[in-house]
């Protein structure tokens, strides 16, 4: 089946300690982003990519880092910078040569959290 | 960043009774999607609407992009229990790439 696999479902994290969350794609989508999601808010954009090589900065970068070293990878590394790491995310895709206006597809995500 | 208003922020319903929930934002999208989530996994696609006035249905759920493009609203007909989740729309602005603006969610409970 066609689809977004985002992996671990948990994740824990020590102190100090950078962490990377997978999520691969099969449907030849040319667009990949990560979101964070908090309890009682929406989904707020950590970076995406619309070509391989390429990304750029969503709303709150800082913390975080990736690569799209392949069209079907985006890893996403929590870094310990990032001091408040708890939190759901989410991984998602979407086609871009049918003009701009494509919905994105989700993963099932991955929940971080602090040993 | 921007998140988009949306409300009620919860809701918990008979079986059977219609819901209608909605989203405003203080600048014009081009697109308004509705994503239904549940417990643990990622947001589901539900409709996707694309020009001011659309009014689309996908079985029990119908959605409206408002004329202002400013607002859409979703409405689930005749409730089930297994509506039961968390309901998000989200926007996209005139802009030239698809960065999507989300509210921050409706929860809908059933009771059977």
């Known amino acids: 089946d066609g689809g977004i696999t985002q992996s671990p479902k948990y994740l824990f994290r020590k102190e100090g300690q950078n962490v990377t969350l997978s999520c691969e794609q099969n449907?030849?989508?040319?667009?990949m982003y990560w979101y964070r999601q908090d309890p009682g808010q929406g989904l707020r954009l950590i970076y995406y990519?619309?070509?391989?090589?390429?990304?750029q900065k969503g709303d709150i970068a800082e913390g975080y880092s990736v690569s799209r070293e392949k069209k079907e990878s985006f890893p996403l590394t929590v870094t310990s910078a990032q001091k408040n790491p708890t939190a759901f995310y989410l991984c998602?895709?979407?086609?871009?040569?049918?003009?701009?206006?494509?919905?994105?597809?989700f993963g099932d995500g991955t929940r971080l959290s602090i040993l | 960043g921007q998140q988009l208003n949306q409300s009620p922020q919860s809701m918990f319903i008979q079986e059977g009774e219609d819901v209608s929930m909605n989203c405003t934002s203080s600048?014009?999208?081009?697109?308004w999607l509705w994503y239904k989530q549940e417990p643990g996994e990622g947001p589901v696609l539900l409709i996707a609407?694309?020009?001011?006035?659309e009014l689309t249905s996908n079985g029990r759920l119908t959605a409206q992009f408002g004329i202002t493009r400013k607002d859409s609203f979703l409405n689930i007909s005749a409730s089930i229990p297994s509506d039961v989740g968390i309901y998000f729309c989200?926007?996209?602005?005139?802009?030239?790439?698809?960065?999507?603006?989300f509210g921050t969610g409706t929860r809908l409970l059933v009771s059977p």
């Open positions: 998602a895709s979407s086609i871009l040569d049918r003009g701009p206006n494509q919905p994105q597809h």
């Open positions: 449907l030849n989508h040319d667009a």
């Open positions: 990519s619309q070509i391989v090589n390429d990304f």
């Open positions: 600048s014009i999208f081009n697109t």
């Open positions: 609407l694309y020009k001011a006035g």
């Open positions: 989200a926007g996209r602005m005139n802009t030239g790439f698809q960065k999507l603006v």
